[in-house]
């Protein structure tokens, strides 16, 4: 068990100081900004869709380890996806971190699972999906986690 933490952050480690996906979207079509006072990780997220189907995304901003591996990799698994198969996997993703639900089909993002146990880390960890999420409505606006 200890081993697999370990590989866990490692890979959460990599994408905290390597971020995939970070950046700005020129031709952006949607776009959103996280704020997580609490911890004071700041992001913003833009978009381009295609119809249903997020063909591409980039996100910048600074944060904690968990906030900034966890928008890098929600990049990852989100893209390509259509705007019901995104929020589906948040709807996995969720309960996973919140210690709710198994981390069965969540493939690479099964490295948040241990945030479960750090109640405060959740926020970090969700941020970036809130913010997808308000910009896959067109909020186009902040969200915050308080
Ligand atoms: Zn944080």
Redesign the pocket.
């Known amino acids: 068990m200890n081993e697999l933490n370990d590989l866990y952050q490692e890979m959460i480690l990599d994408h905290y100081k390597k971020p995939r996906n970070f950046g700005s979207l020129p031709d952006a079509t949607a776009a959103a900004h996280g704020d ?1 006072p ?4 700041r992001l913003a997220l833009e978009l381009r869709l295609a119809g249903d189907r997020i063909e591409d995304l980039r996100f910048r901003g600074s ?5 900034t591996a966890s928008a890098s990799l929600m990049t990852e698994a989100v893209k390509g996806k259509t705007k019901a198969e995104a929020i589906a996997i948040f709807e996995k993703f969720h309960p996973m971190v919140t210690g709710q639900g198994g981390p069965d089909g969540l493939g690479k993002l099964e490295v948040f699972s241990g945030v479960s146990e750090f109640p405060v ?1 959740v ?2 960890a969700t ?1 970036a999906w809130h913010t997808l999420l308000a910009a896959l409505e067109g909020k186009n606006d902040t969200v915050s986690t308080e």
Do not use: E, F, Q, T
């Open positions: 997580n609490l911890c004071g990780d944060g904690c380890a968990i906030s880390r926020k970090c941020l």
